[in-house]
Nanobody
Framework: QAHLVESGGGLVQAGGSLRLSCAGS????????MGWFRQAPGKERKFVAS????????YYADSVKGRFTISRDNARNTVYLQMNSLKPEDTAAYYC?????????????????WGQGTQVTVSS
């Protein structure tokens, strides 16, 4: 059974940085596209970033481009999200997800496995 576990969330001041990690088990991690999504209270879940199975393709939402970096280590079955220059509007629960497809999917409907989420709170 596929299992994804996020970690690294927390409280940070605006302008600060956080690094999220997502460890996978029970799935063929190295063959899957991986993505990060976020959901603020009362709002729909939104795409943040995705990375292809071999890191050859990466895609970001416009709202995080230039500030966030997605990467993966297939030897460790882990995907990362480095978040710099954080803003209060980045406050949300962050979820990692796996998609059994090539490329860099951006729709939540394309992802079949999800983590439980980790909270990121950015204070002004």
């Amino acid at each position: 059974q596929a299992h994804l576990v996020e970690s690294g969330g927390g409280l940070v001041q605006a302008g600060g940085s956080l690094r999220l990690s997502c460890a996978g088990s029970g799935l063929t991690f190295s063959s899957l596209a991986m993505g990060w999504f976020r959901q603020a209270p009362g709002k729909e879940r939104k795409f943040v970033a995705s990375i292809s199975y071999n890191s050859g393709r990466i895609y970001y939402a416009d709202s995080v481009k230039g500030r966030f970096t997605i990467s993966r280590d297939n030897a460790r079955n882990t995907v990362y999200l480095q978040m710099n220059s954080l803003k209060p509007e980045d406050t949300a629960a962050y979820y990692c997800a796996a998609a059994d497809m090539y490329g860099t999917p951006t729709s939540s409907y394309e992802y079949t496995s999800w983590g439980q989420g980790t909270q990121v709170t950015v204070s002004s």
